[in-house]
């Protein structure tokens, strides 16, 4: 299993720095919780490990190679769900799914897309539009990809915004289930929740 590691990453924004000298190693079954105060560089860093900004210095490998180097096959194996809910407001929840899913390489038939909305607890709204699903229905459908994808890495940024208590012990569950098949977990939050893992490490930016 490949390894995720950041290597003496710095992040500058305009004239400000918001993070420099961040190290990392993560590991199969591992978990990462990434903290700190709003503006300290939590997203950026996200953005980071997605390949979507790229580090004013450092590197950032998986398997021990630089993740630009590795293209598609980086991006084959990583997930990030950033901390908008990207649904869009006219399709359905079940449209949703499958169209985002798609979009990030992965096919969902409809069979299986309703059984994992049904499971997020959208069961009998999955073919409403998403317009009419309050703000914790809309995030549902957007973490609903993690039941459907098949990606080692997830990176979530505030998963658990807008949700109840029921969908936070849910996605607790969904989450210790992927760390115990070896898979990996970089995640920001700003409610208090604990997940088993083999390996749990908490990065604070200042």
Known sequence: MPTLQGIDLTCIRGDRKLFSGIHFSLDAGGLMQVGGPNGSGKTSLLRMLCGLAIPAHGEIRWGGSEIRSLGGAYYADM????????????????????????????????????????????????????????????????????????????????????LDAAAVKLMQGVMERHLEKGGMIVMTTHQEIEIAAAATQRLQLA
């Open 79 to 162: 997930t990030y769900l950033g901390h908008l809910s990207g649904v869009k407001d006219d399709l359905t929840a079940l449209e949703n799914l499958r169209i985002s899913s798609a979009l990030a390489g992965t096919e969902v038939d409809a069979s299986k897309a309703h059984d994992a909305l049904q499971l997020m607890g959208l069961g009998g709204r999955d073919l409403l539009p998403a317009k009419v699903l309050s703000q914790g229905q809309r995030r549902r459908v957007n973490l609903a990809r993690l039941l459907v994808c098949n990606t080692v890495l997830w990176i979530l940024d505030e998963p658990l915004t807008a």
